[in-house]
């Protein structure tokens, strides 16, 4: 059966620090990626997604970048943190194409102090 | 584009009471239609999905009925539990790769 792993479960960054947040699939192939940021009191926002190796789509300009270095791992990145950046992420997969659900992982609850 | 309406929250709700949250949406056809729940502290997981007009989904005794007639996907729970305390989301048609989500409605149920 399919798994999703997502870590660290929490983490507290400061200001200005670096960010990087792994997400890896297990039991499929060539499956679709994507990042979603839930900030206290909001809804999901999709940040990136990604339909293949080294394929990154970004949905919204910030310091976040993401990477797919092998077909089940996304990375999420930052270079320099922002008090705006904290929140909760998520890692989610889908096998990709119309109608299809997503299967999400347990999240990592971000604060940048 | 395709998307989704959901009625906004908080909902409070007393054990045992009826639930619906409302969801309507709009799309090209007749596309899968889900809903996901989130468990406070976790991730989204589906809940329960209708393939096509006039499907009922259903789960955990919660149900939605896919109505092309109102272009709705009304949430429903006949008694609620405590347990069912959680964010709701009805999902936007995918028809690509994309998934947007709302704001979601959080429920509230006291004993």
């Known amino acids: 059966s399919q798994t999703i792993h997502q870590w660290p479960a929490t983490l507290v960054q400061p200001v200005g620090s670096p960010l990087s947040l792994e997400c890896t699939v297990e039991?499929?192939?060539?499956?679709?990626l994507y990042w979603y940021r839930q900030a206290a009191g909001r809804g999901l926002q999709l940040l990136f997604y990604?339909?293949?190796?080294?394929?990154i789509s970004s949905e919204v300009p910030q310091n976040l970048s993401a990477s797919r270095p092998q077909d089940r791992q996304f990375i999420l990145s930052s270079k320099k943190l922002l008090l705006s950046d904290s929140g909760f992420y998520l890692c989610?997969?889908?096998?990709?194409?119309?109608?299809?659900?997503?299967?999400f992982g347990s999240g990592t609850q971000l604060s940048v102090l | 584009g395709d998307s989704v309406t959901q009625m906004e929250g908080p909902v409070t709700l007393s054990e045992e009471a009826f639930l619906t949250i409302n969801c309507t949406y709009t799309a090209t056809g007749y596309p899968s239609l889900f809903w996901y729940v989130q468990y406070p502290g976790e991730g989204l997981q589906l809940l329960l999905k209708a393939t096509k007009a006039d499907d009922k989904g259903s789960n955990k005794g919660f149900e939605a009925t896919y109505r092309k007639e109102t272009t709705s996907f009304h949430l429903e729970k006949g008694s609620v539990q405590v347990s069912d305390s959680a964010v709701y989301f009805c999902?936007?048609?995918?028809?690509?790769?994309?998934?947007?989500f709302g704001t979601g409605t959080s429920l509230t149920v006291i004993p």
């Open positions: 989610a997969w889908s096998v990709g194409g119309a109608g299809e659900k997503l299967f």
């Open positions: 990604s339909v293949g190796i080294g394929q």
């Open positions: 039991g499929t192939s060539n499956p679709n």
């Open positions: 999902a936007p048609p995918n028809t690509g790769n994309q998934f947007y």
